[in-house]
């Protein structure tokens, strides 16, 4: 991922350097609340609600760029738990609001928010879990997190393993109530960078177009701007994983 332009307005202008230029333009809707996905052949080819998601998750690519999770950053925040999946059972909330929150880099599809402490532990340190090159390439997670979604509830989180292209990962109320268990396999998903899912409804949601038909996507993310020195709402451009 490469970001193009740090802001953009509403109605973004996208000019092709060609022999006869090509004007253009794209909109996200009131609030910036959809996301584009943009052809330099073709022209916008999909504009989809970027609000109704929490995380995602690679469907492309092995090892590291095979194991990247995003945190959608227009409605969600995500703090990593200062200990490890020991702790699942005593999740301890206390104090929370000191915790390291985690965003996505704006640099990589490879490291999102999940990726943020990758090589912490060596080469085979995915950011969320550790990859057992003796295990078939098997990844399980070591990490917990809290995470707060847009309805201004809160679940803890624990991505379990990624195993031959099998995602698991579990979540629930910090209390320990209402636990999930969500399994999906990146083959159901051909052609596509990422799978996302709604930690409020419970469900995968597949909302990208085919990652071969186009270049660019406009959406809001968090980034650091400065002034005025901190982390704010932006919208940006950046191109496909594919580029």
Known sequence: MKKLVLTILLSTTV??????PINDSTSMQALYTNQVFYSLANGEVANVDNNNWSVAFSVSGNGAAGSSILLNEATTTLWAYPSDTAQWNSFDTTNFSSWK??????????????NAFRGSN????????????????????????LIKLSDNTYRKLWIVSLKTGLWEFKYA???????????????????????????????LIDREPNNNSWELTFFKHTDFVNPPGSYVSVTSVFSNKTI
Request: aromatic share 18%.
């Open 173 to 203: 109320n910090v209390d320990g109530s209402n636990e999930q268990v969500i399994t999906f396999n990146k083959s159901t998903y051909t052609n596509k960078n990422f799978v996302y899912f709604d930690m409020i409804t419970n469900q």
């Open 15 to 20: 000019i092709i350097a060609m022999a006869q």
């Open 101 to 114: 929150k985690l965003l996505n880099t704006d640099t990589t599809w490879v490291n999102g928010a999940f």
């Open 122 to 145: 060596g080469t085979f340190d995915m950011g969320w879990g550790i990859l057992n090159p003796n295990n078939n390439f098997w990844t399980f997670g070591d990490s917990l997190y």
